[in-house]
């Protein structure tokens, strides 16, 4: 006997919700009190046989950055004595290629900082050039050692938010893209 059950689709589509970083390119990364720099270069094993760079290392660059950051502007010690960060989602959009032995300079800054989580938002360009090659953001969720999730100390809530982009100007870009199109 067949028991095919339909499942709506209100219950697994995510859905355009208020707080969405898909328009990552509209925020006003010039109103954050700072962004966060950090420079890496592409090698021969970064890529495949055509000398393009592999998806998979834009992933592994907004971890490089990010961990950068975290340890020389938040947290020497990553707080590994209250909890784990964990990475509930990640995002990137590739706009150019990259090639071995370019010099990546990433621009990274925190966006909806709550009181256990935040979205870090990446912009990678090829340092030469100024040209964008990828972005994209990720949303950590600090949590305890029994991996429930935690508030955040004060303290580094508020060095997070000192990298913060105010979200107000992409809801407003979104507004204005939206009326012109």
């Known amino acids: 006997m067949n028991h095919h059950v339909t499942i709506p689709t209100s219950s697994w589509q995510a859905g355009i919700r208020d707080d969405s970083l898909e328009n990552w390119q509209a925020l006003s990364f010039d109103k954050a009190e700072n962004t966060y720099t950090h420079t890496l270069e592409t090698w021969l094993k970064d890529s495949n046989a055509y000398a393009n760079t592999y998806f998979s290392r834009y992933f592994e660059w907004q971890g490089m950055c990010r961990e950068s950051w975290f340890f020389k502007c938040i947290s020497a010690d ?7 960060f964990i990475t509930k989602l990640a995002h990137n959009d590739y706009v150019n290629e990259t090639f071995p032995f370019q010099k990546i300079r990433c621009e990274m800054n925190a966006a909806l900082v709550k009181q256990a ?31 429930r999730i935690s508030r955040l100390p004060a303290s580094i809530l508020a060095k997070i938010r000192a990298y913060e982009v105010p979200l107000d100007s992409t809801r407003e870009a979104a507004r204005v893209m939206e009326t012109t199109a």
């Open 78 to 84: 990553m707080l590994q004595d209250q909890g784990v």
């Open 117 to 147: 989580s935040f979205y870090l938002v990446f912009r990678f360009y090829n340092a030469e050039t100024g040209d964008l090659v990828s972005g994209g953001y990720q949303q950590i969720v600090f949590a305890n050692h029994q991996r």
